[in-house]
T-cell receptor
Framework: DVKVTQSSRYLVKRTGEKVFLECVQD?????MFWYRQDPGLGLRLIYF???????EKGDIPEGYSVSREKKERFSLILESASTNQTSMYLC????????????FGPGTRLTVL | AQRVTQPEKLLSVFKGAPVELKCNYS??????LFWYVQYSRQRLQLLLR??SRESIKGFTADLNKGETSFHLKKPFAQEEDSAMYYCALNAGGTSYGKLTFGQGTILTVHP
């Protein structure tokens, strides 16, 4: 059974703090993704990675960065958190082949005060 | 650039009634279309994809390239179908499996 885990279910941070969201998958998937989920806006891709140390910007990368030092782990970093980054963050992974299913983590609800 | 539109934010039906969740897309190539579902307190998961032409939990979806639509249908809705539904598009090729999601439709099935 594919498992994608995220380090925190709920997180509360203050404006200006550096925030790390961690995602780990145990299926040896090549691709990993970070989305934010907002009501009325659906899921929007922030960053993705198709290999270790490789990363590509998604649709809304501003204010975020990522790190993928190991194949199973993909981190999302908010360099200086702002209130408009309050959201649900979803991590996903998939095998390399383009049309494959994405497997999602449970999500991290981040609140920035 | 690709785009996915789900025109209904909310959809309410009664148990046993037919249900159709609309999805329209814009993409000039040959896309792969998916429906993902998120039940209450569960993670987002794949419901079905057009390439496999399956029927999952009684749901079907047909890709209509002429109308650029991929509507999700079920002839008799059940209360357990209540969930958030997302339509998603994969552009294929060197897209690395990236998905473009629609805005989502919350389906509520009343008893």
């Amino acid at each position: 059974d594919v498992k994608v885990t995220q380090s925190s279910r709920y997180l509360v941070k203050r404006t200006g703090e550096k925030v790390f969201l961690e995602c780990v998958q145990d299926m040896d998937h090549e691709n990993m993704f970070w989305y934010r989920q907002d009501p009325g806006l659906g899921l929007r891709l922030i960053y993705f990675s198709y290999d270790v140390k490789m990363k590509e910007k998604g649709d809304i990368p501003e204010g975020y960065s990522v790190s993928r030092e190991k194949k199973e782990r993909f981190s999302l970093i908010l360099e200086s958190a702002s209130t408009n980054q309050t959201s649900m963050y979803l991590c996903a992974s998939s095998r390399y082949v383009s049309y494959n299913e994405q497997f999602f983590g449970p999500g991290t609800r981040l609140t920035v005060l | 650039a690709q785009r996915v539109t789900q025109p209904e934010k909310l959809l309410s039906v009664f148990k046993g009634a037919p249900v159709e969740l609309k999805c329209n897309y814009s993409y000039s190539g040959s896309p792969e279309l998916f429906w993902y579902v998120q039940y209450s307190r569960q993670r987002l998961q794949l419901l079905l994809r057009h390439i496999s032409r399956e029927s999952i939990k009684g749901f079907t979806a047909d890709l209509n390239k002429g109308e650029t639509s991929f509507h999700l249908k079920k002839p008799f809705a059940q209360e357990e179908d209540s969930a958030m539904y997302y339509c998603a598009l994969n552009a294929g090729g060197t897209s690395y499996g990236k998905l473009t999601f629609g805005q989502g439709t919350i389906l509520t099935v009343h008893p």
